[in-house]
């Protein structure tokens, strides 16, 4: 058999946690407005923009220096990320299960100071996780830097949170309103937090998101020996999106859990559950049969279907213990469904994660 392999993103497959957004809120006055809005404004520019080199998830390395402005200390971010951690049910049992069955990877947007702390709750190996390095602490601020970023912080926060029509291309194609608050922005994030200091935090912290995700994967393959057609992908947002592209192009699967608009459209499978151990059977399935072992599943999926593929005791034991209320939706991705799927897995989203993060690109 082919050495397949499971990669998955943490917040959202594994986690119901935004862990940036939690560090932001607990330290930055309105910081939820705040983050939603930086969060909104990095969208902008990776889907909308394109700037040349910007990805997505670059969110959290704009932060960072805000974090810094109001106090927040690397030993700060590791007690709150330990203290703070939230799985999506079957966690634990699907990353075990996964784990040996193949070769299992975590790859994360997220700070380092909380895949450490999931992985330890988790018990799952760090040496297989992909995510953001970041040491707050070795970023110091200059004179008087804390107090200008604190009142920028504020200024954010009471902006209005921008739209854009689904046609747009640029700031062109936005309301005034929004064009305004798009270039203002602009100058906060390109143009003063840069100049300052503090600034060099931005040359220095590499999110692993957009194509930092793809690049992950390639070098978990240099690790397994395998190929892309060897790789099923677990992600739910904005971030993934490139590492989906890279899968489904080389044969692979791309599965969006709980996902919004962006990871439904650019995966193979939709699939929400409150559960994970829809993604202990769809690794299973993988792993016996590749790509068209999972497609197969997912277009007669059932509870007859399921059983029907002979899956292993364990996954039997806990499916079987899953209200038909509760029981997990599996869709194959295509052109006459990909509308509704987006609608009914965002609305599902934020019932499983909350309408704040969830809400998030």
């Known amino acids: ?23 932001v809120a607990s ?82 947007t997220s700070y380092e100071p909380y895949l450490r702390a999931l992985c330890d709750v988790v018990g799952f190996p760090y040496d297989q996780v992909y995510c953001t390095k970041v040491n707050i602490d070795a970023h110091p601020l200059g004179k008087g830097e804390g107090a200008r970023l604190r009142a920028l912080a504020s200024e954010i926060a009471r902006m209005k949170m921008i739209s854009w029509p689904d046609e747009a291309r640029g700031t062109e194609d936005m309301a005034p309103e929004d064009q305004g608050t798009v270039n203002r922005l602009h100058q906060i994030f390109w143009e003063e937090i840069p100049a300052m200091e503090v600034g060099r935090i931005f040359e220095e912290v590499n999110p692993v998101g957009g194509a930092e995700k793809a690049r992950a994967i390639v070098d978990s393959l240099g690790r397994t020996g395998g190929q892309l057609a060897d790789v099923i992908y677990v992600g739910d947002s904005i971030t993934d999106v490139q590492a989906f592209e890279l899968v489904k192009g080389g ?18 499978i939709c699939c929400m559950s409150k559960d994970t151990v829809v993604l202990s059977l769809l690794a299973s399935r993988f792993h016996k049969g590749g790509r068209d072992g999972v497609v197969e599943l ?23 213990s899953i209200s ?20 009914e897995s965002e609305a599902f989203r934020k019932q499983v994660r909350g309408v704040e993060i969830g809400s998030l690109g």
């Open 27 to 108: 330290c930055i006055p309105d910081g939820g407005r705040f983050f939603s809005l930086v969060s909104k404004y990095d969208d902008f520019l990776a889907d909308v923009e394109k700037w040349p080199g910007y990805k997505a998830g670059n969110t959290l390395k704009l932060i960072l220096p805000f974090l810094k402005a109001h106090g927040m200390t690397h030993v700060e971010m590791v007690d709150y990320s330990r203290e703070h951690i939230l799985l999506v049910s079957g966690a634990v049992e699907t990353l075990r299960y996964v784990n040996q069955l193949m070769p299992s990877f975590i790859i994360s």
């Open 251 to 268: 044969g692979g699967v791309a599965v969006s859990f709980n996902g919004n608009g962006y990871a439904v459209r650019s995966a193979d």
């Open 324 to 343: 038909d209320e509760d029981f997990p939706t599996v869709k194959f991705v295509a052109q006459s469904n990909i509308g509704r799927l987006v609608e």
């Open 1 to 23: 058999m082919k050495t397949r392999q499971f990669n998955t993103d943490c917040e959202g497959p594994i986690s119901k946690n935004d862990n940036a957004m939690e560090l």
């Open 298 to 320: 997912a277009e007669n999926w059932s509870r007859p279907s399921i059983e029907g593929v002979g899956v292993d005791e364990e996954l039997g034991i806990q499916l079987r």
